[in-house]
C-alpha cells in the first residue's frame, strides 16, 4: 500500500470531455504529476482499482454516469482524497458531492494555478515522524500513525478527516471558526465555500461518535465554529 | 413582620383581584373574539334577541288582554249581582215602619241573612252591613275580621252616599287573604244610614291568569330558543359549506394546489363550490404550467452552464499556459496571448453573471438568510477593492454607527451588491474620494456608496440598473463591467425584500443606496439614510478602509 517516497503521485482523471482532459494532463504533468484517465463513468471505478491513484479528479456531470454513484463508490474502498470539478458552486449539487465523500471542489473555469493549488492541499497531509497521541473523550489519535481509535476499535477516516480531527484536538479549548478551519484544514487563503466544513464535520461525527445526534468529540458552538469535545 | 402582616394581605387580595379581573377581561375577550368570528353564533345570538323581545312583547300584551276580560266580566257580575242586593235591602227597609230601630235592625239581618243565601252568576261571595251611626257592624259578617278589613277609601266614599267597588286583599272565612273585589252601596232609612259591602274573592281567577301566565312565559321560550335554534341550523346549513371553501383556498394558497370542494346538489352552494373549483383547477393549470417553463428554463441554464464552462474551462486553461510563456514569443504572439488571457476573463464574467440573471428571470434564485454583522462585510469588500481603488487613484472612505448593525441576510449576495457598487464608485467616481455609510434602524439598514465623478441626471439614474445599459458608451466600456453588475445587484436586493436605488447629478457625481430588512420577511417601511447625499452625510469620514486603515 501506498506510494514509495519520491515516485511520482498519479491523479485518476475522471472526465468525459477529451480536451479538457488532455489540458488536464498537461498542466498535471507540468507539476510534476502522473495523469490517468477514464473518460467513461461505467469504466471509473474498475479503472480506479488498477490506477490506485493518490488523489482522483472527478467531473460530476457525467453523461450517462452519476459522478456522486461514482464518488461514493471510491469511497466505500478507498480513503483517497477527491476533488471534485463542477459547473455549479452555489447548487446542491456541491453539498450532495461532499456528503459522497469528495474532499474539496473546483468551479468551472478554473485557472491551472487554483486547480493545482487544492490538489497539493489534499495531497500535502498532516505527516509528522515524532510520536504524538491526543485523545477527545475515549477517542485517542495516533498522529504519526496515522491511526484513530475509540477504545480499541479502529476508526478509518480520510486523511482529510484526520486533519481536521487532529486541527481540533491539538488545542482542545480553542473555538475554530469555519473560516479558520478552512485554512488550516484545506489550505485556502481566502474565504471559501463554509459548507465544505459543515459536511466534513458531520462525515466525521458519523464516523467518531457514539450518537452523531448528541456530539461529545466534536462540539458545535453556535454562531461560532467548532471546538473539541473534553479529553 | 407583624406590622407588614395586614399591608401584605392587601397586597396580597389586590393582586388576586387584579388577576380575577385581567382573566375576566381576557375570557370577555375570547367570548367576543368568537362572536365576531362565528357568523354562526352571531346568527343564534342576534335571532335570540329579535325573537325574544318580539315574544315579550306578544305575551306581555296578549296577557294583559286576556286578564282584563276574566276580571271585567267578573266585576260586571259582582255589580250586578251586588245591584240586585242593594235593590232588595232598600225595599226591604222601605217597608218597615219608620222609626223603630229595633226592628229596622232585624229586618236589615234578615236582609242579610237572606241575600247571604242567594246565589249569583259572580260566584262566591261575603257579605257584611254595617250603621254608619253605631260603628259595629249592624248585621253579623259572614265572618269574623271582615267588617275592620274592609278598606278606608271605600267605606268613606259609600258614607258619602255613592255605590262604588274596588280591588283589594281581604280576609277569608278560615283562609289566606286574598286579592278581592269589594262592592260598596248605601242603603238608606229613616233610623240612619245603612251600608250594604259584598266581597267576591278573586282566588280563583288569580290561579288561572298564573296558570296562563306560566303557559305564555314557557312557550314564549320554547319559541325563542326553537327560533334561535332554527337561526344557528340554517347558518350552519350556509356557513359549513364557506368554511370548508376557506379551509380549501387555505390549503390552495399553502401549495397544494389538487385540493378541490365537494359538490352536492344544484343550489348556490354548489353553483360557488363550481365555480371556486373552475378557479382552482385555472390556477393549477397555470402554475403548473409556469413550474414546468421555470424548470424548463432551469434545466437549460444548467445545461448552458455546464456546456459552455467546461470547453471555456480547457481553453482558459491553455489561455493561461500560453500566458506563463509569452515571453518566449515574439511581440505579436505574445500581445495576443496577453489579450486572450484579459478577454477571457470578461468572458468569464460575462457567463457568470448572465448564468444568475437567468437563474433569477426563472424565479430559480433562493434565499438563505442567516443574522450578519453589516460592518465587518463592509469591510471586507472595501479591503478587496482597495488595490484597485489605489490604482485608479480613489480613496474609500467607511463611516460605520457605534453599535453593530445586524441584519438576515444571504452574505455573499450582499457582498456582490457592495463589491459591485464599489466597483462602479471606483470606475465612475474619476479618482475622486468614495464614501460609504452604514446606518441602522430598529427595523432597517442602510449603506450608501457615494462617488465625486462626472455624476449623472435623474433619467439616467432611473436607467443604471437596465442589463447592459452604458451612461456613456465611448467611456464606460473601458470599466470592464460585464453591464450585468447593477441588475444582479438589484435583483439582489429585492430577494432580501430591500431596495437598490440611485441617486446623482452632474456634476456633483452620484449615490446608490442599499436598504435592507433586518429581518426577513418584514415590509421595509423607510431607509435609515437619505438617498441624496446631506450635509450631514458628507461630514468628515472618520474611518477610512483599506489594510492602513481599517478599524481595530
Redo the contacts between chains.
Keep these: 500500500m501506498g506510494t514509495m517516497i519520491g515516485a511520482r503521485s498519479r491523479v485518476l482523471v475522471v472526465d468525459d470531455d477529451p480536451s479538457l482532459a488532455e489540458m488536464l494532463g498537461i498542466v498535471l504533468r507540468a507539476e510534476g504529476l502522473e495523469p490517468a484517465f477514464v473518460a467513461d463513468g461505467g469504466r471509473a471505478v474498475s479503472a480506479f482499482r488498477e490506477v490506485r491513484p493518490d488523489l482522483v479528479l472527478l467531473d460530476l456531470m457525467l453523461p450517462g454516469a452519476d459522478g456522486l454513484q461514482i464518488c461514493r463508490e471510491i469511497r466505500q474502498e478507498s480513503l483517497v482524497p477527491i476533488i471534485m470539478l463542477t459547473a455549479k458552486a452555489d447548487t446542491v449539487d456541491v453539498v450532495r458531492g461532499l456528503e459522497a465523500g469528495a474532499d474539496d471542489y473546483v468551479v468551472k473555469p478554473f485557472k491551472p494555478i487554483e486547480l493545482v493549488a487544492r490538489i497539493r492541499a489534499q495531497m500535502r497531509r498532516t505527516d509528522t515522524d515524532h510520536p504524538e497521541t491526543l485523545a477527545i473523550g475515549e477517542v485517542s489519535i495516533d498522529v504519526a500513525g496515522h491511526q484513530v481509535r475509540r477504545g480499541e476499535t479502529p476508526i478509518l477516516l480520510t486523511p482529510l478527516e484526520f486533519d481536521l480531527l487532529v486541527a481540533l484536538a491539538r488545542k482542545p479549548r480553542q473555538v475554530f471558526t469555519r473560516e479558520h478551519l478552512l485554512e488550516q484544514v484545506w489550505g485556502y487563503r481566502h474565504a471559501a465555500d463554509t459548507r465544505l466544513v459543515n459536511v466534513h464535520v458531520q462525515r466525521l461525527r458519523s464516523k467518531v461518535e457514539i450518537d452523531p445526534e448528541h456530539p461529545e468529540v466534536v462540539l458545535t458552538v453556535r454562531g461560532v465554529g467548532y471546538k473539541a469535545g473534553p479529553p | 413582620m407583624t406590622t407588614s402582616r395586614p399591608s401584605g394581605w392587601r397586597t396580597r387580595l389586590d393582586g388576586v383581584v387584579r388577576e380575577l379581573r385581567l382573566r375576566a377581561r381576557i375570557a370577555g375577550r375570547a367570548v367576543w373574539l368568537q362572536y365576531r368570528r362565528s357568523l354562526q353564533l352571531r346568527v343564534a345570538v342576534i335571532t335570540m334577541a329579535v325573537a325574544g323581545a318580539v315574544v315579550i312583547v306578544i305575551s306581555l300584551i296578549l296577557f294583559e288582554q286576556i286578564r282584563t276580560q276574566q276580571l271585567g266580566a267578573k266585576k260586571d257580575a259582582a255589580i250586578s249581582q251586588a245591584q240586585v242586593g242593594v235593590d232588595y235591602a232598600r225595599n226591604q227597609v222601605v217597608a218597615v215602619p219608620s222609626g223603630d230601630p229595633r226592628s229596622i235592625r232585624l229586618t236589615m239581618q234578615r236582609t242579610v241573612d237572606e241575600l247571604r243565601t242567594r246565589g249569583g252568576s259572580a260566584g262566591q261571595f261575603a257579605i257584611v252591613m254595617i250603621n254608619r251611626d253605631t260603628p259595629t257592624a249592624l248585621t253579623q259578617p259572614s265572618f269574623a275580621g271582615l267588617t275592620p278589613a274592609l278598606p278606608d277609601s271605600l267605606v268613606t266614599e259609600v258614607g258619602e252616599g255613592t255605590q262604588t267597588y274596588q280591588y283589594a286583599v281581604m280576609p277569608t272565612d278560615g283562609g289566606p287573604a286574598v286579592p278581592s273585589l269589594v262592592v260598596g252601596a248605601p242603603v238608606p232609612s229613616q233610623s240612619g244610614s245603612y251600608e250594604l259591602y259584598y266581597v267576591f274573592p278573586l282566588d280563583q281567577e288569580q290561579r288561572s291568569l298564573e296558570d296562563i301566565r306560566s303557559t305564555v312565559v314557557a312557550s314564549g321560550l320554547a319559541l325563542v330558543v326553537l327560533v334561535a335554534g332554527i337561526g344557528a341550523l340554517v347558518t350552519r346549513l350556509v356557513v359549513s359549506p364557506v368554511r370548508l371553501a376557506a379551509q380549501t383556498a387555505e390549503q390552495l394558497a399553502s401549495g397544494q394546489l389538487e385540493r378541490r370542494l365537494p359538490i352536492r346538489g344544484d343550489d348556490d352552494l354548489a353553483r360557488l363550490a363550481g365555480s371556486f373549483n373552475r378557479m382552482a383547477a385555472s390556477l393549477q393549470r397555470q402554475i403548473t404550467q409556469l413550474e414546468d417553463l421555470s424548470r424548463l428554463q432551469q434545466r437549460f441554464t444548467?445545461d448552458v452552464?455546464?456546456e459552455l464552462?467546461?470547453?471555456?474551462?480547457?481553453?482558459?486553461?491553455?489561455a493561461?499556459?500560453l500566458h506563463s510563456a509569452r515571453v518566449d514569443f515574439a511581440p505579436d504572439v505574445a500581445r495576443s496571448a496577453e489579450l486572450l488571457q484579459t478577454e477571457l476573463g470578461r468572458f468569464?464574467g460575462l457567463l457568470t453573471d448572465l448564468l444568475e440573471i437567468s437563474r433569477y428571470d426563472a424565479g430559480a434564485a433562493s434565499l438563505v438568510a442567516e443574522p450578519n454583522e453589516l460592518g465587518p462585510l463592509i469591510q471586507?469588500v472595501l479591503t478587496a477593492a482597495d488595490p484597485l481603488a489605489h490604482q485608479r487613484g480613489a480613496t474609500l472612505r467607511l463611516r460605520l454607527p457605534d453599535d453593530p448593525v445586524i441584519a438576515e441576510i444571504d452574505p455573499?449576495r450582499v457582498e456582490r451588491i457592495l463589491r459591485n457598487l464599489t466597483l462602479n464608485a471606483i470606475h465612475h467616481g474619476d479618482g475622486g474620494g468614495i464614501e460609504v455609510t452604514l446606518r441602522g434602524n430598529r427595523s432597517a439598514a442602510a449603506i450608501t456608496v457615494r462617488d465625486h465623478g462626472p455624476g449623472m441626471n435623474s433619467e439616467e439614474a432611473s436607467r443604471v440598473f437596465d442589463r447592459f445599459w452604458r451612461a456613456d458608451p465611448a467611456r464606460s466600456r473601458h470599466g470592464g463591467g460585464t453591464g450585468l453588475g447593477l441588475s444582479i445587484s438589484r435583483e439582489d436586493a429585492r430577494l432580501h425584500g430591500g431596495w437598490l436605488q440611485a441617486w446623482g447629478r452632474p456634476g456633483e457625481g452620484a449615490q446608490f443606496r442599499l436598504t435592507l430588512p433586518l429581518v426577513q420577511g418584514v415590509e421595509l417601511e423607510g431607509s435609515p439614510l437619505p438617498l441624496e447625499p446631506t450635509a450631514e452625510t458628507s461630514d468628515p469620514y472618520d474611518v477610512v478602509a483599506g489594510p492602513t486603515g481599517a478599524r481595530p
Design positions: 444548467s452552464s455546464h464552462r467546461t470547453p471555456l474551462t480547457t481553453v482558459r486553461m491553455a493561461d499556459i468569464e471586507r455573499r
